[in-house]
């Protein structure tokens, strides 16, 4: 036995001692404890922070050993594992390392990682590592590939579809968004022909190796001597599609498909507006008539925007034939106005949306969109808040406010409209602050709300991303779209684009150059074909983005963008045909009205102080899975298919499916103190088949965080952002 050999497999022996773990043989009568919580080890790589925002985004308890921090606890055998009440107990489900060892030769951490991971059958993820013997590969260097990955076309092996990735339909493919800079970096390689002895070397994911006929490993399971790594050799940050394409499975390898939290795709549309007539951006002006912001003396919009029938019936068919249920945010004033404004009694637009109507959902946006903040002084560019002779400010008064939004409640009511009364979108999401005019939300706001029994009320996600109290209200931040509401042209909304994100040297408005939220074009779009080749492929993206984020947050757009040429269906049909292609049919898009988004947002904000908190206590023992949390929070969680919740009488099932498992909100059910989950048979996982002799490659691997090549970008892509008129 050679030197190395025999200095791994003492160090390993000696952890195992330390653990003080009987064999397997001994243990099966008394199955251990494995606390639902995973270890990070952190050395501060984009790759690992990218898991971390997983779990996190999740719900998924983690604690993290900060590599670079001085004091940091040491990685021992009695930090992974002690006993409670006689019965072994295992700390972490699963290990996330930033390598595949990133402490160095003979390092005692990872021995103690080692042993402990055979002992309890833990997995380990490698964030980012080398393509190298030590995990199951040949080197790139070596018939395979290294360098930048942009525009690499990944795809689901049949093991990975059978697996842990079967929420793919089998392309990964990897962004390349920027043609003069290197998005990605990493290595192409084939699994060692001939493993060590009792290893062996699963390819998960994998793509073409350039310049040859075989295929290299973008995600495999190495398991040897015991154990099970997730070898990924590829770095990427939180932000990138081909990580957030790969993050759920990633979380479900290592925790063996049982953990606290969940992770769904989401895509929610609201279409603001509806009923009224939005006002055109004016390409001479360079600003849009009739609103506030533009030039005293400009007047009023001659020739705004709204839905005909045509274009009702149109979303009608849409929505259908897509299966995305609009939230339509209404103003009925605008029927009544639009009525008056042509001396007729009959309004075709609200005649076919309302012969429409149970094809959407209804959502108040006020009668006819007052601002519901401070009043404001539009004498001046840009308006700002009337004050008193004293110099207070003059606020929108509490019954102005109620009448707003009782008045369309009583249009809805007239017309058929179902609506829950709870919900409200202000205009503008005025009422609430706005910087830099209105720094603090009306003060009579809240009191309004209160008469109105609104619970659930729209904020802008550009302006304040967080979900807070307002009055009785808790806001529902929305993604504001760039798909402009004063544009029903494609040429309307690339002339707006155009001017907004270009320099002034280029003709725009250089807003962009101080913009810390967007980038300036290189040079002006096309008005003819601007729309279609720039914007919708990149406002897609954003979306995608936003979609693959485990984010409920909704989108909005408004009614002119459903109007002539029907501008919002491109981006929409593309964000809908990208995710298709991506995703089997067990994981389709999740379309949430606003007080179920209101309220998964609560519970996930309760969910997360209490387990940062050190308030959840979870773990497994055999097939019981035991959750306890604060009273009143409810429990998140993923778990196998066929699992059911204990009651004190009986079972209920548990959860919903979604991506191959079993996922949702609970709580203890009656006179019970915790949760207790039912695992079906054969869920429980079982450790991997030990190998006749620990192999030293692991332990002798080298140390400190891998390279990311100069030029190679790891940071999310800027992009232009908006927050234009709700």
Not at 354 to 366: E, G, L, P, Q, S
Not at 555 to 582: C, K, M, T, W
Request: contains cysteine; hydrophobic residues 40%; proline residues 7%.
């Amino acid at each position: 036995m050679g030197r190395a050999l025999r200095a791994a497999t003492v160090a390993s022996a000696a952890a195992l001692v330390a653990l003080a773990v009987a064999p397997p043989s001994a243990r099966a009568a008394v199955p251990p404890r494995v606390d639902l919580r995973v270890l990070v080890v952190d050395d501060g790589g984009p790759a690992t922070a990218a898991i971390t925002s997983e779990l996190d985004g999740a719900g998924t308890p983690y604690t993290t050993v900060d590599l670079t921090a001085a004091g940091r606890p040491v990685i021992t055998a009695g930090f992974l594992s002690d006993t409670v009440s006689g019965r072994p107990r295992a700390k972490f489900q699963a290990v996330v390392l930033p390598s595949d060892n990133p402490f160095g030769a003979g390092s005692t951490e990872m021995a103690a990682l080692a042993a402990y991971e055979t002992a309890f059958g833990i997995r380990q993820v490698d964030a980012y590592t080398y393509a190298q013997p030590s995990v199951g590969l040949n080197y790139a260097q070596t018939g395979g590939y290294l360098g930048p990955l942009d525009g690499v076309q990944g795809q689901v092996t049949a093991q990975g579809a059978a697996g842990d990735f079967g929420y793919l339909k089998g392309a990964v493919p990897f962004e390349d968004n920027d043609p003069y800079q290197s998005e990605s970096y990493g290595y192409l390689a084939t699994p060692l022909a001939t493993q060590a002895a009792g290893a062996s070397f699963t390819p998960l994911v994998d793509a073409p190796i350039p310049g040859g006929t075989e295929r290299g490993v973008l995600v495999g399971q190495y398991t040897h001597d015991g154990r099970s790594e997730l070898v990924i050799p590829f770095v990427y940050n939180q932000y990138q599609q081909q990580f957030r394409l790969l993050a759920r499975g990633i979380v479900e390898w290592m925790t063996q498909g049982i953990h606290l939290g969940a992770d769904r795709n989401y895509f929610e549309v609201q279409v603001d507006d509806v009923f009224l007539a939005d006002d055109r951006w004016n390409p001479t002006l360079n600003c849009t008539p009739g609103d506030v912001d533009c030039p005293i003396g400009t007047g009023d919009d001659t020739d705004p925007v709204r839905m005909t029938a045509a274009d009702a019936a149109y979303a009608a068919q849409w929505s259908k034939a897509h299966g995305l249920t609009f939230d339509f945010v209404f103003n009925g004033g605008g029927s009544e106005d639009w009525k008056s404004d042509h001396g007729t009694t009959t309004d075709p637009l609200a005649n076919q949306l309302i012969a429409d109507k149970n094809t959407y959902r209804w959502v108040n946006h006020t009668y006819l969109h007052p601002f519901l903040g401070c009043v404001q002084d539009v004498s001046v560019v840009p308006w700002r808040c009337q004050t008193t002779a004293s110099g207070a400010v003059q606020w929108v008064s509490t019954s102005d406010i109620t009448s707003a939004v009782q008045d369309n409640r009583t249009w809805a009511a007239v017309h058929g409209l179902s609506l829950n009364d709870q919900e409200l979108v202000t205009g503008e999401h005025s009422g609430l602050k706005l910087l830099p005019q209105q720094p603090a939300d009306n003060p009579n706001l809240a009191s309004a709300l209160t008469v109105l029994g609104v619970k659930y009320l729209a904020s802008d996600n550009s302006r304040e991303p967080d979900q807070r109290q307002a009055g009785p209200a808790v806001t529902v931040p929305r993604f504001p779209m760039n798909v402009f509401y004063n544009a029903g042209t494609a040429q309307e909304e690339t002339d707006e684009y155009n001017w907004i994100y270009t320099s002034q040297a280029q003709g725009g408005s250089g807003a962009c150059t101080t913009s810390g939220n967007s980038t300036c074009l290189n040079a002006p779009l096309d008005p003819a074909t601007g729309y279609a080749s720039y914007i919708v492929p990149l406002e897609s993206r954003i979306d995608l983005g936003h979609v693959l984020g485990n984010n409920p947050r909704p989108h909005f757009l408004h009614q002119s963008n459903l109007a002539e040429d029907r501008i919002a269906y491109p981006v929409l049909e593309r964000v809908l045909g990208d995710y298709a292609a991506l995703f089997a049919a067990n994981t389709p898009t999740v379309n949430l009205r606003t007080s179920d988004i209101a309220t998964e947002l609560q519970r996930r904000a309760a969910w997360s102080t209490a387990w940062k908190g050190g308030d959840v206590t979870a773990y497994r023992i055999g097939d019981t899975v035991t959750v306890s949390a604060p009273s009143g929070v409810q429990v998140d969680a993923t778990v196998p298919a066929g699992t059911r919740q204990a009651q004190l009488l009986g079972s209920t099932a548990f959860g919903t499916a979604y991506a191959g498992r079993l996922s949702g909100w609970t709580q203890p059910g009656l006179l019970q103190f915790a949760v207790s989950l039912t695992l079906p048979s054969g869920a429980v996982p079982a450790a991997p088949a030990k190998a006749a002799a620990n192999s030293p490659a692991a332990l002798a691997a080298p140390v400190g965080r891998l390279p990311v090549p100069k030029g190679v970008a790891v940071a999310v892509p800027a992009g232009p952002g908006d927050s234009k008129r709700p």
